[in-house]
């Protein structure tokens, strides 16, 4: 730990931002991964807490105190939702590049040295990101989650709208200047990261590392497994999407490519709803997905069934392990 120590003089070169909500069984690791990089510049960790009701803001106050003028902490007396709590986290941030990592994951050894140094030389690039291995939060093993097979090496905001993201928020570097010419949105009530990644490089590209530098935990009480259990809350983020699509035709994105990104929210939203067996749900969804963008046979085979999605869902499934994937668990 003496490299932190080091590097306390002189205005931040890199701001490393971190959410935490009740995470005091997971914040300690999260703040030991970051302090741990190997970096020869100077660099502030800033950790925003949403009102934890648990020994989260102990646990980051200590580590406050070890680090003084590195680890800093904006503490929120009461619960003011994810946008609110990373505005004031990136409104905080005085580095040239800003890295995002949730306070449950974890940065392996080399991650920060090797995104400063692709954006350090890289100048074309907005953003870079990387692979990330998912792991049980508990017992630490590797475990399958559902990300998109195709990830380019190269990407822009618009394929991040019409495809949706296909890598961890956790593993993403942008360049202060670009994050900063757009504020947070504070009416996105849960999902902001969509969101916020499109704003910190639009305009520019993205770089996508084939480089595991990240763990990714996979809590079953988390935000994810809440969706699945809870339509009302999909619901929500739903909602959530639109606005960001919405935002992404303000910035002057072609109303096309946002259509299909509807288009594939709808989709995929559909096909949570048949699977975990909220029919009405699906019914609704498939045909918002049809009216915006035609995407395909997936989609073009749903809705022509979406009238039977008892019988459906069994097929789909079926279909699902055939191709070697398996269904969302309700």
């Not at 870079?128 to 989650?145: I, L, Q, S, W, Y």
């Not at 993205?206 to 935990?217: F, I, K, Q, S, T």
């Not at 910035?251 to 990104?261: H, S, W």
Request: proline share 5%; aromatic share 10%; charged share 25%.
């Amino acid at each position: 730990m003496t490299l932190v120590s080091a590097h306390t003089s002189g205005k931040p070169f890199l701001s490393v931002v971190i959410l935490c909500y009740n995470l005091e069984n997971f914040i300690g690791d999260c703040l030991e991964s970051v302090l741990s990089q190997d970096l020869d510049v100077p660099f502030e960790v800033i950790v925003g807490d949403d009102g934890s009701r648990d020994g989260s803001v102990a646990i980051i106050e200590k580590f406050c105190a070890r680090y003084p003028g590195v680890v800093k902490l904006i503490s929120h007396a009461q619960n003011v939702g994810y946008s609110r709590n990373l505005s004031d986290v990136i409104a905080a941030t005085l580095g040239e590049y800003i890295a995002t990592i949730d306070g449950d994951d974890v940065m392996l050894p080399g991650k920060l040295k090797r995104q400063l140094e692709f954006l350090e030389t890289q100048r074309e690039f907005g953003m870079v990101v990387h692979k990330m291995r998912p792991v049980n939060a508990v017992t630490g093993e590797t475990v399958d989650f559902p990300l998109p097979r195709e990830k380019p090496a190269v990407f822009d905001a618009q394929y991040l709208i019409e495809q949706g993201p296909f890598f961890f928020n956790s593993s993403a570097m942008f360049r202060g200047a670009l994050r900063r010419r757009y504020p947070v949105d504070l009416e996105l009530k849960v999902v902001a990261d969509v969101a916020n990644l499109m704003q910190s490089f639009y305009g520019t590209q993205a770089r996508y590392l084939d480089e595991e530098m990240g763990l990714y935990r996979v809590n079953p009480k988390g935000f994810t497994s809440s969706i699945i259990k809870n339509p009302a809350r999909h619901e929500t983020n739903i909602s959530d999407m639109m606005r960001t699509c919405m935002m992404a035709e303000t910035l002057g994105m072609d109303k096309a490519v946002v259509d299909r990104g509807r288009a594939r929210l709808f989709l995929t939203s559909a096909i949570m709803y048949l699977e975990t067996g909220h029919y009405d749900d699906f019914e609704r969804c498939i045909a918002s997905s049809m009216r915006f963008a035609k995407l395909g046979t997936k989609q073009a085979g749903l809705h022509a069934l979406r009238r039977w999605p008892r019988a459906l869902h069994p097929l789909y499934t079926l279909a699902k392990q055939m191709a070697g994937r398996q269904p969302v668990r309700a």
